[in-house]
């Protein structure tokens, strides 16, 4: 302790024996004029390169106007019925290819690639091909994707999507999750409280697929839930023999000339199968327990067959 106390104490003393030995000079009358004009100087040379660095600002600063017309014209080369409304230059490639993101009047946006022949690349694509890089790695690198304020707008696609297509029900959910070999889009609508669909815009028009059927194609809707699926078959059993069913699950087990057919479970009591035509009207109710020859019976109940009469 008394050895770190004598160095503290020497250290000071050094300090201070330096302190007292530094000598201030007074500086003369012509010294300090120029010292003056140096500083004068300085606050001259400092003002001129801040108006350079703010005129070099402006020059490099894109113009909107410039970048909307450009946009336009690679998106109007690139095929895509987009009105651009804004656009934003994001800037170049090492190659010098100007890169651009594009709001569209209606419709998703676009990243445009300036090249030859320019590349317009769906904000929604974009979007939901960085939401599965997140779903396997939150911390995963998603890429390029679009972030003008306006191009925020998905859920306002894929409803106007599922409208244009019929779909009957509100819209909650939606992705692109691939494209026909023709290279249609492909989209998933989720529904509130009800059965989703998969639509695609083909060359004829919309098409939509309910998902109950996309579960027979051997494909998985995301957005559906069999709870979903269950309520969507009970709206279509008032006034019929099977109103009274708290239905649990359901299938569809296929078609023919007389309709489609969907399996339903109960909560209580025995299934059935019911034959709807295309707009889900119910036209007839094949209780389990007899409907053993119709697509090979009922598989979500287990029900005894119907006893069979003594002669």
């Known amino acids: 302790m008394t050895i770190k106390h004598l ?3 020497l250290c000071v003393a050094v300090a201070l024996s330096l302190t007292t030995l530094t000598p201030v000079l007074a500086a003369s009358p012509m010294d300090q004029r120029a010292q003056r004009e140096r500083a004068n100087e300085d606050d001259s040379a400092n003002q001129n390169r801040s108006r350079q660095d703010r005129r070099r600002a402006r020059e490099a600063a894109p113009d ?43 419709g998703p946006g676009y990243i445009i690639i300036g090249s030859t022949p320019p590349e317009a690349l769906d904000c ?4 939901s091909q960085a ?22 707008n998905a859920m306002a696609v894929f409803t106007a999507y599922a409208q244009e297509a019929g779909v009957p029900c509100q819209v909650d959910q939606g992705a692109v ?23 695609e815009r083909a ?40 109103a009274a069913c708290d239905v649990q699950q ?16 109960c909560a209580a009591g025995d299934g059935f199968i019911a034959r709807t035509d295309a707009a889900h009207a119910v036209q007839q109710i094949y209780p389990c327990a007899v409907a053993e020859k119709i697509g090979g019976g009922c598989k979500l109940t287990t029900t005894p067959p119907a006893a069979t009469p003594q002669a």
């Open 64 to 106: 909107p106007a410039a970048a909307l017309a450009a946009a336009q014209g690679f998106l109007t080369a690139a095929n895509k019925d987009c009105q651009a409304t804004e656009a934003k230059l994001l800037g170049q490639t090492a190659e010098k290819i100007s890169l651009y993101e594009a709001v569209c009047a209606t």
């Open 131 to 152: 939401d599965k890089k997140r779903q396997a790695d939150p911390a995963a690198d998603v890429g390029t994707v679009c972030t003008l304020p306006a191009n925020d």
């Open 177 to 199: 999750i691939g494209a026909t070999s023709d290279g249609s889009l492909v989209y998933e609508i989720g529904c509130a409280g009800v059965d989703g669909y998969r639509i």
């Open 7 to 9: 160095s503290q104490t």
């Open 124 to 127: 929604l694509i974009l979007a």
């Open 250 to 265: 359901v299938r569809l087990m296929g078609q023919n000339d007389n309709g489609r057919f969907y399996e339903a479970s």
């Open 203 to 242: 060359a004829s028009g919309w098409e939509k697929t309910e998902c109950l059927q996309v579960l027979v194609q051997n494909a998985t809707c995301t957005f559906t839930t069999p709870t979903e699926q269950a309520a969507t078959v009970k709206s279509w059993l008032a006034g019929t023999d099977a």
